[in-house]
């Protein structure tokens, strides 16, 4: 699996511009051979495991499954799903290491965690809801071609 800078920076919480100075200073390894860069996987676990933070595992492991399968399964919806989950987990994980005295972070930017958090849960409802609007559908073709099937095999 490869990752565009966007994808990385989605994942990361940083600006995609960070990304694009990791590739340029060397740091993060990218293949820019189609015209923009395109991180292996292997090559970002690389970079968060030497970044040698304690959550360097844990970012890595939210990085690489943050769109596997998924993509292929539902381009749009379940893809965007996917970012929705991995920005919130790492939101989560960042407010896990506040709250367990890791890190310390103001008032404002913990209230912006939250409400990051409280964005990805609202959006993942919506689109659970699309999801689940799609199941009817699927549900009631299925049930008119079992009945148009009955029926050819009727005498």
Known sequence: MEFTTYEIAYRLNVSEESVRRWIRTGQLKADDSSGKYLVKEEDLQAFLS???????????????IGGAGVRAAAPGVAYAASNLATTAALSGLKL????????????????????????SISSLQENLQIILEQKEKIESGISELKEIREKLLRP
């Open 50 to 64: 030497r970044r040698g933070s304690r959550t360097g595992k844990a970012v890595s492991w939210l990085a690489s």
């Open 96 to 119: 896990y290491k506040v709250l367990s005295g890791i890190e310390t972070v103001g008032a404002d930017e913990l209230s912006v965690m939250i409400d990051e958090i409280d964005k």
